[in-house]
Nanobody, 115 residues
């Protein structure tokens, strides 16, 4: 069965970096677009980054452009989100997402940016 398992969240000071990982199983990973979303308290869930399955083309929210990088390693069934120059406004629960015939979400991993 389809699973998305996330890791890499934690507490970091402003200006610091984290790398999130999402490992998929139970489906042909390389055939799917993969995305990262986040949701902060009192705010709507927002798309952070997306990477396409065939072209590898990426897209980013304006708020993270130039600071975050999404990538994938299909041999490892894993999508990553490298987050640099983190700021308190980046504090949120981060979710891995796979669209398809059925949509699937990871369990979420908490990122807290605080001094």
């Amino acid at each position: 069965q389809v699973q998305l398992v996330e890791s890499g969240g934690g507490l970091v000071q402003p200006g610091g970096s984290l790398r999130l990982s999402c490992k998929g199983s139970g489906f042909h990973f390389s055939a799917y677009t993969m995305s990262w979303y986040r949701q902060a308290p009192g705010k709507e869930r927002e798309l952070v980054a997306r990477i396409l399955n065939i072209s590898g083309s990426t897209t980013y929210a304006d708020s993270v452009k130039g600071r975050f990088t999404i990538s994938r390693d299909d041999a490892k069934n894993t999508v990553y989100l490298q987050m640099n120059s983190l700021q308190p406004e980046d504090t949120a629960m981060y979710y891995c997402f796979r669209p398809g015939r059925r949509d699937f979400w990871g369990q979420g991993t908490q990122v807290t940016v605080s001094s």
